[in-house]
């Protein structure tokens, strides 16, 4: 049996200065929607930590599609 079967994956986690960097805005407004619970977020404790792909699920369902 290979030991590496059986860990179980821990997702990578973005703290909200990472995750500013990343969409190019400010940790100030990452921490507003958080706020406004307007992205998803887990907490870890009293830490805030973004998954990427549920991240990346919330902004396709705010991607605005160019008219033709």
Known sequence: MNP????A???VLL?????AAHLGTTERHIR???SERRIPYVKV???VR?????VTEWLDRWTVEARP
Not at 4 to 7: A, D, L, P
Not at 15 to 19: E, F, K, N, V
Not at 50 to 54: D, G, T
């Open 15 to 19: 703290d909200p200065s990472a995750l």
């Open 4 to 7: 590496k079967q059986n860990k």
């Open 32 to 34: 507003r929607l958080v």
């Open 45 to 47: 404790g009293r830490f």
């Open 50 to 54: 973004f998954e990427p792909a549920a």
């Open 9 to 11: 994956e821990i997702p």
